[in-house]
């Protein structure tokens, strides 16, 4: 998944970068990086291992803090998906020398990382970040060291998904979404500044609200007095990602116009319609889960309730390294008794991917009193792995791939009775005629590439 965010401006170059990083911290927690580009072009860079307040500590704010006449910088919040989970894959990654330098970031997956890797003569094969870097690096060299030309190929080659920022030593920062545009990426340009960020939300938050979202294929550059606009001719069928809606995106962001919230409210309604059940109490599973349960109570006119509460301070589980999962899932939540205790509780979540955390809280359910659990999911069964910016890269992790039968999915998370929602109610709740719902369809935005042809071509640990 990863976050990114780039400034070009006035204010403290640093902190407004970091402020924004904050902000996208529930896109990724294992690494956090900044790059920082001086007026005259050199290029600054620091990375760390763990949340941005971990990898950004006083040490590495120092050596930022030193950098005279910054001129604008661009930050990473860093997901794993390929090249292993304690590695040196963080970004930003510098690239070049001499007077053609640039540090790149990017949030998504480059499935054919291995291919582009032989293709470019790349040797360092440590995941697809790296690869990538380069491959984007060696062709902006073949156009007289322009990454704007450079981006504007770039589709050609890459299969898999991508929202970038790039610091160049001219300075200037140029941005880019792949042009099936499957992960968000917003700009605002105001009095001489230049915001990037991941969510419209971290724009928000820091009073930057005139921003306006990349389209797929898109590309801006800013050098700290105009803005250009430019896009990628190489055509490809719009598909932005549906799981930023159900479950990655925070609840008060927009991406392609539709608010995550309101989709998030409505995909609870739907679910409600589809497979209604016969509860006292309809209890959200926080965060992602809140939103499908407001509109799983309003439809079914089951009362909800904050039964569970999150300790926001493990860290999602999603996005936890697999190993840490079933650990986090135990420590993050609490459990309100008198909320629970003689009840028939309807327990609401994004999505069922591993079967991990859900299992674990029907679980705590039952030791806190529920007489019954009906887990409800806002999301249809996940049965097929992501190749564009999520870590699931073998059906075999998937439950409702390995589980077919919903009685089975119900005995396996030991609850009452699971329902999930439909591809329809989940389209109709997001509301956009193109998106990509592969992980629940197994339809690729690949013209041609199967399941089986994706999973032979991504490697995710280290080759
Ligand atoms: S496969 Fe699923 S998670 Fe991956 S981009 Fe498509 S909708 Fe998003």
Redo the contacts with the bound molecule.
């Keep these: 998944m990863c976050g990114i965010v780039g400034y070009i401006g006035s204010r403290d170059v640093v902190s407004t970068i970091i402020s924004m990083m904050f902000e996208l911290q529930h896109r990724g927690q294992e690494a956090a990086g900044v790059a920082i580009a001086s007026k005259n072009g050199d290029i600054y860079s620091v990375v760390g291992r763990g949340l941005v307040s971990e990898a950004l500590n006083y040490t590495n704010l120092y050596k930022l803090y030193k950098v005279e006449g910054a001129f604008g910088g661009i930050g990473h919040i860093r997901y794993a998906t390929s090249g292993g989970y304690l590695d040196s894959q963080v970004q930003p990654i510098v690239v070049g020398e001499d007077r053609f330098k640039a540090a790149i970031v990017f949030n998504g997956t480059i499935a054919n990382y291995i291919q582009l890797a032989k293709e470019f003569d790349i040797k360092a094969i440590n995941g697809d970040a790296l690869v990538f870097a380069q491959v984007l690096y060696k062709l902006a060299k073949e156009f007289g060291n322009d990454f704007i030309e450079a981006l504007k190929v770039l589709p050609n080659y890459v299969i898999g998904?991508y929202s970038i920022a790039v610091l160049t030593s001219e300075p200037r920062i140029v941005v880019a979404k792949d042009p099936r545009g499957?992960r968000p990426l917003s700009i605002a340009v105001t009095n001489e500044e230049f915001f990037a960020s991941s969510e419209t939300a971290a724009l928000d938050v820091i009073g930057i609200s005139n921003w306006r979202e990349i389209l797929p294929g898109e590309i801006a550059s800013y050098d700290g007095s105009s803005i250009e606009f430019t896009r990628s001719s190489i055509p490809a069928l719009v598909?932005p990602?549906?799981?930023?809606y159900v479950y990655f995106s925070r609840p008060d962001s927009i991406f392609n116009g539709v608010s995550i919230y309101i989709a998030r409210v409505r995909m609870g309604e739907e679910l409600a319609k589809n497979v209604p059940a016969n509860g006292d109490v309809v209890i959200p599973i926080p965060d992602s889960g809140r939103g499908a349960a407001i509109g799983f109570s309003r439809e079914s006119k089951i009362p909800l309730e904050e039964g569970i509460v999150v300790n926001k301070y493990i860290g999602r589980g999603f996005i936890a390294p697999p190993t840490y999962r079933e650990f986090v899932s135990k420590l993050k939540y609490g459990f309100i008794r008198c909320v629970i205790d003689g009840k028939k509780v309807i327990l609401v979540d994004d999505s069922i991917v591993r079967g991990t955390t859900i299992r674990s809280i029907v679980n705590r359910l039952r030791v806190y009193g529920a007489k019954e659990v009906h887990v409800r999911v806002a999301s249809p069964p996940f049965e097929?792995?992501?190749?564009?910016?999520?870590d699931i890269a073998s059906r075999d992790e998937l439950l409702a791939w390995r589980t077919m039968s919903l009685t089975d999915i119900a005995k396996v998370v030991e609850a009452d009775s699971v329902g999930y929602n439909t591809l329809e109610g989940l389209l109709k709740s997001v509301g956009l005629p193109l998106?990509?719902?592969?992980?629940?369809t197994g339809l690729?935005?690949f013209k041609g590439l199967t399941v089986d042809d994706l999973e032979k071509m991504f490697s995710r640990g280290p080759l």
């Design positions: 998904g499957f598909s990602c549906i799981f930023e097929y792995p992501c190749f564009m910016g999520i998106v990509c719902h592969a992980c629940f690729y935005p």
